[in-house]
């Protein structure tokens, strides 16, 4: 187009507006506050205070395990630090090192240093580093004397990353430099920073813009935690290893996620307490829009009392019998108080009647018997009218629920993360978390970054891929596993599956060790790889996990209360030849122990 003569735009679609949108909004209705967020200083140490500390999670263009390092290892703590991060995390300044050399220095780990002394005022702000294609610009002009409209060739070689461009217009600013009496090697040395951080240098306008839009998200987070990540929640619908990596952002910061609830809920994630956010009915599986749309215009006559109901009064053209199963196994009903195995059973009955009872009344014809059996009928008031009902009871329904056992809680947790794509009313690490802190070195969202340490997992297997390998023809297998942080895949090659495949089993909580190839160092989002497993049902009674009892000094440890001591492990003992270890220490009342 450019060649053509025509002016070519590019337009950045950025779902981060929409998050930043729809967090203000809920900020004024449920709060009554209508901010101005570029009102807002670019300097609240609250929101550097939490950058630094990592929690970068939702924040724009600082998600990623490199940018939280980024922020990390520089201490974040004003705004010209986003901005240098954005410029720097790109492929160019990051092979030079460039990101490093920022870091050291700005920390004072390293002496600031300028090639040239004419290079102090240019460099300055980014500590000696070339950090925009703006600095490019300047170093050209101030070096090789030439105009800005001659530099900004240049600095359009450098963003196009054109090589040959780029090749073209460095050797005119070697020699015009080396000409002006710049010393040569000092100038080609130059010239092959300004070639590597062509490879993907940033315009600094283009990195503020970024920038303010990071910072924006970052204020928001760090002072209206429950809005924004509702709003970061809803972006990410259709979406489950965001909506997970959210949910545990979101329980990091002390907010507590509920469970969908058809008389709660909105289409989107919504607040609905200081620090409680509830699940958006648009996030279940096999729920469309429209019958959304159906559920919250009959709950806005008045909630919902149990499915009968429910079923008799949304539109069952809209709302199938997936849409009410999804409802049933998603938790969305359990605010009914009924049993998710008793609403199942009784779904076939309730869609029956619910069908029956709107196909009369489409007809205009209403059942004799429509008030018995717990049927709402029209109670008859003075002169015909009808009397009014508050809020009608579903009188009779009770004996219409079958009487059938609860799901099993591993059964349940399995339905609901059919239908979800993840876990909400628990998890089946959650008996298992003092064994995931003690064993685990990482997370499910810490993986991705090559490291030559043996890494452990505590995670739940929740999908088996047997494959063959093409080289060997041996079988070896791939497992997608997840935990509190979020899900991966992770691989077995073809011996070590050989020898733990009987091990392998979905669902249930285990210990995974390995790490990363060596032949990965140098690939982004090298592949977890596999060498042992262990259930942590079993580790309880394999030496590895202790008891440890702590009886404070005083009069009241005596002989009467180290037998009630025994009494109570005696009691509680499996009867395993292999047990916890047992520690117990008590202090004698003069400094010993």
């Known amino acids: 187009l450019e060649k053509a003569g025509m002016l070519k735009m590019d337009f950045l679609g950025l779902t981060t507006l929409t998050v930043i949108h729809d967090a203000l909004t809920m900020i004024a209705e449920r709060r009554g506050e209508t901010l101005d967020l570029d009102a807002t200083t670019l300097e609240d140490p609250e929101v550097y205070r939490m950058l630094r500390a990592g929690r970068t999670v939702g924040v724009f263009q600082f998600e990623s395990p490199l940018a939280t390092d980024m922020l990390r290892g520089m201490r974040c703590d004003r705004f010209d630090d986003l901005v240098a991060s954005n410029a720097l995390m790109r492929p160019g300044p990051l092979d030079a090192g460039m990101h490093r050399v920022y870091q050291r220095r700005k920390k004072g780990e390293e002496e600031v240093s300028y090639p040239l002394p004419e290079l102090e005022a240019i460099l300055k702000p980014t500590y000696g580093v070339i950090t925009y294609q703006e600095q490019v610009m300047r170093i050209a002009q101030q070096l090789a004397g030439i105009s800005l409209a001659e530099a900004d060739v240049l600095r359009k070689a450098v963003g196009k990353k054109d090589a040959e461009l780029i090749r073209q217009e460095l050797d005119k600013f070697i020699s015009k430099s080396v000409a002006r009496g710049y010393d040569p090697k000092i100038i080609r040395d130059l010239a092959s920073q300004i070639e590597t951080f062509g490879r993907y240098g940033f315009n600094k306008s283009h990195s503020v813009a970024y920038s303010v839009i990071s910072y924006h998200t970052a204020w928001l987070k760090a002072h209206y935690a429950p809005e924004f990540m509702a709003a970061l929640l809803s972006s990410s619908i259709g979406d489950t ?161 079958p009487n059938v056992a609860p799901w099993s809680e591993s059964e349940r947790l399995s339905k609901e993360k059919e239908i979800l794509g993840f876990y909400i009313s628990g998890h089946p690490l959650e008996p298992y978390q003092l064994e995931c802190e003690l064993f685990a070195t990482h997370t499910v969202s810490q993986l991705g970054t090559w490291s030559p340490d043996p890494i452990a997992l505590g995670v739940v297997i929740t999908s088996i891929k047997r494959q063959i390998s093409k080289r060997s023809g041996s079988e070896f297998a791939r497992l997608t596993v997840e935990d509190f942080s979020g899900s991966t895949e992770v691989l077995i090659f073809p011996e070590k599956w050989a020898a733990i495949a009987d091990q392998v089993k979905t669902d249930i909580p285990v210990l995974l060790k390995g790490g990363y190839s060596k032949r990965d160092r140098d690939v982004e989002g090298p592949t977890f790889i596999i060498e042992s497993i262990a259930r942590f049902a079993d580790m309880t009674f394999s030496g590895q996990i202790g008891v440890s009892i702590t009886l404070g000094e005083g009069p009241g440890v005596n002989a009467d209360v180290l037998r009630d001591v025994r009494a109570v492990i005696e009691t509680h003992s499996t009867g395993s030849t292999v047990a916890p270890v047992l520690e117990v220490r008590w202090r004698d009342g003069n400094g010993g122990t």
């Open 241 to 401: 290893d965001n909506v997970v990596k959210y949910i545990a952002e979101a329980k990091e910061l002390g907010l507590e996620v509920l469970a969908p609830d058809v008389n709660e809920s909105g289409y989107k994630f919504t607040v609905v307490g200081d620090k409680r956010l509830r699940f958006g009915l648009g996030a279940i599986r096999n729920i469309g829009h429209s019958a959304i749309d159906s559920i919250l215009a009959a709950r806005a006559e008045r909630p919902f009392t149990d499915l009968f109901d429910l079923c008799e009064r949304v539109d069952l053209r809209l709302c199938n019998r997936r849409v009410f199963e999804a409802l049933i196994t998603s938790g969305a009903l359990d605010s009914f108080g009924t049993e998710r195995s008793r609403n199942w059973a009784a779904l076939d009955t309730a869609l029956s009647e619910a069908s029956l009872r709107q196909a009369e009344k489409e007809s205009g014809q209403v059942s004799l018997f429509s008030d018995l059996g717990g049927v709402r009928g029209e109670v008859m008031g003075v002169g015909g009218d009808p009397a009014p009902t508050p809020h009608p009871t579903p009188v009779g329904h009770a004996h219409r629920f």
